[in-house]
């Protein structure tokens, strides 16, 4: 390092070092962070995203170990939206492709699983038709058939949907993923499917709908209210007109289901649907009966008289003869019954709460009483008050304040500007440092060490001839004997305090001091104060 050529171009060397760790600070820190766009494409559509960037001159990086396509932070949303322009990425792995690079002579194993494989990329891919969808995975547990076991445990799935940002899916479009995976694996069941999104909530119905507090019933109290609340916006905005009023309702929703079932029999309700038999009339004597031969059956015979006529006599008999009416019928009676089946859906209203807050400048007469009145009975029409059930409806006026415009605003130093403009400040800063602070100076000593020092030849002769100034003093008188005659190479050697120390006069302590302070002038102020002090300190010990 004391060679005469390293010490020239040392300086050079610090100088160009310091450039170079100026030019790396300035790259490192102008590039604005980066953000993967796509991991792990195939080389076909990774050649497609990059000529598409390419020819939108988007800046776009490639991981040389991993393959990883990065932009910027600042054009990442923007690139999204291109590349789905053009339909890029164009192609994904599927069940196709995984077939096709099955090898020949795969065992049974090896054979299941890659089915396996290929059936939940089609499935991940049927998915992914969603537009809020971005891309799916689907893990389906299926067992294989073995004749060996009795009892197999049910066929289950799993899937994990990558969301676009904002988006979440309706309870539609997620029973439709479940519908569509169970109906893709014989013997699965949608209840075996569990669906989550990239923040790990649930999105398959994990709760039984009748569990008080659950999601279809808040939905559906949810739907009643803005029912309500959609009716009294249409009555009241052509009344006192948009923004002047401020409805709302709260339903209390009886979620109960009840059902009871009844039989009666109305006592007048008889039906005959069926009669059969016969009615006989007959006379007792004419029936022959008892033991022959013996009277005590036979009844008396009734009297004769001669002078009356035959048919009036025989009618008389007749009239008189003992008779026997009999009737024999077999009847079938329907009765009457009544089954009444009363059934209570849940989602009834059990109770309502309305209020409504008008602005009083929006009234003809403000906060008129009757005018109010008339108000609450259009509202207790539209919402179907029934005072049976405790309904509450409030209608007041009051006088509104203004909204204040609540447009967020950007915050300057949120803005996307503010952020390339403090990277690059930092960066020029950073480099001026490393420049100013420290190539600077390097340059402005080599440039005091290139420079001749005039100095007075001292001769030095005695004891002190061989001390560090003597040395320096002839050092500097060789050559000609002045250093005004030395050529312009030649280098002074270096003076150090301890040099000046060991300096015994006046003289040498000078001739020192005046060469410390051409190479190191901003050291020189202190050093001379202390050698004075010092040279004073000697003057009075010598007198």
Same mark, same amino acid.
Not at 165 to 188: M, Y
Not at 247 to 259: G, I, M, S, Y
Not at 326 to 344: M, N, T
């Given at each position: ?133 971005? +891309? ?21 799935? +799993? ?10 899916? +309706? ?42 507090? +659950? ?329």
């Amino acid at each position: 390092m004391r060679q005469p050529a390293i010490a020239r171009a040392l300086p050079l060397i610090i100088l160009s070092a310091v450039v170079l760790s100026a030019v790396i600070v300035w790259l490192v820190l102008r590039e604005p962070p980066q953000r993967d766009l796509f991991r792990g494409l195939p080389d076909s559509d990774k050649s497609a995203v990059t000529q598409a960037l390419q020819s939108a001159n988007i800046a776009y990086r490639v991981d040389d170990s991993t393959g990883t396509l990065t932009v910027s932070e600042e054009d990442y949303h923007s690139t999204k939206i291109a590349l789905a322009g053009q339909g890029l990425p164009r192609s994904a792995p599927s069940g196709d492709s995984i077939m096709s690079t099955m090898p020949m002579g795969a065992s049974r194993a090896v054979e299941s699983e890659k089915l396996r494989s290929a059936r939940e990329m089609d499935l991940a891919r049927s998915i992914e038709a969603i537009d809020s969808v971005v +891309s799916a995975r689907v893990h389906l547990a299926v067992e294989p058939p073995s004749i060996f076991l009795r009892d197999r445990n049910e066929p289950s799935a +799993s899937v994990v949907l990558y969301l676009a940002s904002s988006a979440r899916l +309706s309870e539609k479009e997620t029973q439709a993923i479940l519908n569509l995976v169970a109906s893709s694996v014989p013997g699965l069941a949608a209840g075996n499917v569990s669906v989550i999104d990239q923040n790990g909530r649930l999105l398959s119905r994990s709760e039984d709908d009748a569990s008080p507090g +659950s999601d279809a019933h808040l939905k559906v109290k949810a739907a009643i209210e803005d029912r309500y609340r959609q009716s009294l916006m249409s009555l009241l905005t052509p009344l006192v007109g948009a923004g002047n009023f401020v409805a709302e309702v709260t339903a209390e929703v009886n979620f109960d289901e009840k059902q009871a079932t009844k039989e009666t029999y109305p006592a007048d309700g008889s039906v005959l649907r069926f009669e059969q038999g016969k009615k006989s009339d007959e006379l007792i004597g004419d029936r022959i009966g008892g033991i022959p031969g013996a009277l005590a059956n036979r009844p008396p015979e009734g009297p004769e008289f001669q002078d009356e006529p035959e048919d009036a006599a025989a009618q008389e008999a007749a009239a008189t003869e003992p008779r026997r009416t009999s009737e024999e019928y077999r009847r079938r009676f329907e009765l009457a019954r009544e089954i009444a089946v009363v059934s209570q859906a849940p989602g009834q209203v059990s109770r309502l709460s309305v209020a409504v807050a008008i602005d009083d400048s929006a009234l003809k007469n403000k906060k008129s009483p009757k005018e109010i009145q008339e108000i609450e009975k259009l509202v207790k029409g539209t919402v179907g008050f029934s005072a049976e059930r405790g309904d509450q409806i409030a209608v007041t006026a009051r006088r509104f304040k203004a909204v204040e415009d609540e447009t967020v605003e950007e915050i300057w130093y949120e803005a996307s500007w503010f952020g390339m403009l403090a990277r690059n400040l930092s960066a020029i800063i950073v480099a001026l440092l490393l420049i100013f602070g420290i190539g600077r100076p390097v340059l402005k000593r080599w440039q005091n060490s290139a420079k001749p020092v005039s100095a007075n030849p001292i001769q030095l002769n005695g004891p002190d001839s061989n001390s560090p100034a003597a040395n320096f003093s002839q050092a500097n008188v060789q050559d000609g004997g002045s250093v005004e005659h030395q050529t312009a190479g030649a280098l002074t050697p270096p003076v150090t305090v301890d040099m000046i120390n060991s300096a015994k006069s006046y003289q040498e302590r000078a001739l020192l001091t005046q060469n410390f302070v051409k190479q190191n002038p901003d050291h020189a102020a202190l050093v001379v104060k202390e050698l004075l002090k010092e040279s004073d300190e000697l003057e009075e010990a010598d007198g």
